[in-house]
């Protein structure tokens, strides 16, 4: 069995090899953290190369990460979930990147955290950032760019200089 999935592999790669469109796109997703050779081409294949979409709403809510809300009348409203009513393959395929993303990575540690002090559930956190690597790969894909993650330093650096507590405005 273990030879049987090296074999598959090897072939995935070899397929992927052969296509200089898709081997560019490809390496540039996978500079993120945590996403690999099976789980982007998973994505991909799941979706066609994104060829139908044309905003990151639409793979979103094709994947099933489109929030509801439960409702019933005009007064009762519930609370909102995911409606996994999209591909499950691509949820399956982004669960174990999500968890090292959320370990590896500061962005999607932050994320997760953020909603995880916010809800006090965990699984919300990593839907969470099950959800935003999905989009990464959308956005890297169609426009053929790599992450940088510089920027993000750079935005949390200027946040850290702008915040009222460590430099008020008017101080006494």
Not at 99 to 121: E, G, M, N, P, Q
Request: proline share 1%; aromatic share 8%.
């Amino acid at each position: 069995l273990e030879k049987q999935v090296l074999i598959v592999n090897k072939e995935i790669q070899q397929s992927v090899a052969k296509d200089s469109f898709l081997q560019e796109r490809i390496e540039k997703i996978c500079l993120v953290k945590g996403l690999g050779l099976i789980s982007v081409v998973t994505i991909l294949a799941e979706t066609n190369g994104f060829q139908n979409f044309t905003s990151k709403a639409q793979v979103v809510s094709y994947a099933g990460y489109d929030v509801i809300q439960n409702q019933s009348g005009s007064s009762i409203n519930g609370k909102t979930r995911i409606s996994k009513k999209g591909n499950v393959r691509i949820r399956k395929a982004l669960h174990f990147p999500a968890l090292t993303a959320k370990k590896y990575d500061s962005i999607f540690s932050s994320l997760y955290s953020r909603v995880y002090d916010r809800t006090k559930i965990k699984m919300k956190g990593i839907v969470a950032v099950k959800r935003k690597l999905l989009v990464m790969i959308y956005t890297l894909f169609k426009k053929n760019i790599a992450v940088d993650y510089d920027v993000h330093k750079k935005s949390s650096d200027l946040e850290q200089k702008c915040r009222q507590d460590i430099m008020p405005a008017y101080s006494r």
